[in-house]
């Protein structure tokens, strides 16, 4: 039987060549997309000796297109891409902002959204509570074929998921809702932060919420939708005062994640703050002109 | 694997593991130690080197996936004769104390004020949100970084 000689960096000219790469090397392998998180496994202590598979040289992963209907971004667009393709658009604020504010100016120009949100053991991914907020699904290309799923059944199952496949496009529905994100570090800029906090909502003819779609990060190891805030915030105008009101009655729903940088009550404890953070901000942007 | 690299305009080879991250290959097999090798986790800003002339952290990127990219590092930003803005700007305003972290600073900000010639002083300082100084001359070198500014728009 034929080997095939992989170099421990395995430069993939397109999709098919990655795929068939990931299908011959199985576990012995891992897909490198900004390499952001893969290049300090050393600092976390992991010292598995994988072949790289990387991603970065097929160009139709990088590409973002944005219509009336759906803003499409290939699994490889930067952080930094992100956030310059979707800013002005109200609707997709949340995801422009999380791009636009993660890490530092540096890793934002390597770090990839499918690298942001295939890694089950990053916990303050910005991304994700982003994306879960404005209702995105996941596009994946496997030798088998192609399949869509939403991002609250991927996150379902993204810890235990076998490489057979690979995510290439996150593909957002187009709605004449606002978003925003909100977060907080321990440090002014250029750290993870202790929790964060993606919110999408509608209002009704008289300036109430009359949808709304709520997702927190970093809270627990998986970010989650806040669904106990999204329904309790129906009906009442956007106000961060009252919104921060609200989210102290939510926080049950948590089981907040104790970890180097925070303890979880304290995850839990700035919540509510961040609600008033992330309504403020609407009223400031969209919220303010709509009104 | 081969990796064939330009580095400060010179064509370099290296042949070991192409997941070495290029800091390491600049620092122990170039001999190329002004990239300083500090958090390896694209934090502090030090290992800042232009990979296709954007600024990039080196700790992170391995090798393998540069074959055939330019890099420049702070030995090839300029010559000792002539510095380039960012580092005469430091050096006339006395900002340099350790020096740990200037080349990395030197590589985000001459990059920057090609691309923002009159930033005000919260831009330089969000452009320098990846660039940490542990001896702490923050201000001072945002004074530095704003005379770049003021002297571009003197005629």
């Not at chain 1, 993939?12 to 990931?22: F, I, K, S, T």
């Not at chain 1, 005062?241 to 180097?260: N, P, S």
């Not at chain 2, 430091?90 to 030197?106: A, I, R, S, T, Y």
């Not at chain 2, 100084?133 to 923050?138: A, E, H, L, P, S």
Request: charged share 20%; proline share 4%.
């Amino acid at each position: 039987m034929d080997i095939t000689p992989y170099p421990k960096l395995f430069l993939a000219n397109d999709l098919n060549e990655a795929l068939r790469a990931l299908r011959e090397l199985a576990d012995s392998a891992i897909p490198l997309a900004g390499a952001t998180w893969v290049m300090r496994a050393p600092l976390r202590c992991e010292t598995a000796d994988q072949t790289l598979i990387d991603l970065s040289r097929i160009e139709a992963l990088r590409t973002i297109n944005i219509d009336q209907q759906r803003a499409v971004i290939g699994a490889l667009a930067t952080h930094e891409q992100i956030a310059n393709a979707l800013n002005g658009y109200n609707d997709l604020a949340a995801l422009a902002q999380a791009a636009g504010h993660s890490a530092n100016p540096a890793i934002r120009r390597m770090a990839t959204i499918g690298g942001n949100i295939c890694t089950a053991e990053f916990a303050a991914a910005d991304l994700v509570p982003a994306l879960l907020a404005l209702d995105a699904r996941l596009e994946f290309e496997g030798l088998d074929g192609s399949r869509t799923q939403t991002m609250a059944a991927f996150l379902d199952g993204r810890a235990t998921r076998a490489h057979t496949d690979l995510v290439t496009r996150l593909i957002i529905p187009r709605t004449q809702r606002m978003s925003t994100h909100a977060r907080l570090t321990l440090r002014k800029a250029g750290d993870y932060p202790v929790a964060n906090l993606s919110v999408s909502i509608a209002l009704d003819a008289s300036g109430k919420i009359s949808a709304a779609t709520v997702a927190a990060g970093a809270v627990e190891a998986v970010a989650k939708r806040w669904t106990g805030f999204e329904e309790a915030i129906i009906g009442h105008a956007p106000s961060p005062e009252k919104m921060q009101m609200i989210a102290k009655t939510c926080l049950e729903e948590f089981d907040g994640r104790d970890a180097a940088d925070a303890p979880g009550w304290y995850r839990l404890r700035v919540l509510p703050g961040l609600a008033a953070d992330a309504f403020s901000t609407l009223q400031e942007t969209t919220l303010g002109r709509a009104m | 694997m081969t990796i064939t690299l330009t580095v400060n305009r010179e064509e370099r080879i290296f042949s070991g593991d192409p997941r070495t991250p290029l800091v390491d290959v600049l620092r122990d097999h170039l001999r190329m130690t002004g990239t300083k090798a500090v958090c390896r986790e694209g934090f502090c800003g030090a290992c800042m080197v232009h990979v296709d002339g954007a600024p990039m952290a080196s700790c992170l990127l391995p090798v393998g996936s540069l074959d055939g990219a330019a890099v420049n590092t702070i030995e090839g930003v300029a010559t000792r004769e002539h510095l380039n803005a960012v580092q005469q700007a430091f050096e006339d305003h006395d900002v340099v104390q350790c020096g740990m972290c200037f080349p990395g600073m030197v590589m985000t900000m001459s990059r920057f004020f090609q691309t923002n010639t009159s930033p005000d002083r919260d831009e330089i300082k969000a452009a320098m949100t990846g660039n940490i100084c542990r001896c702490t001359g923050y201000e001072r070198i945002i004074d530095a970084l704003m005379s770049i500014r003021t002297n571009e728009a003197t005629p």
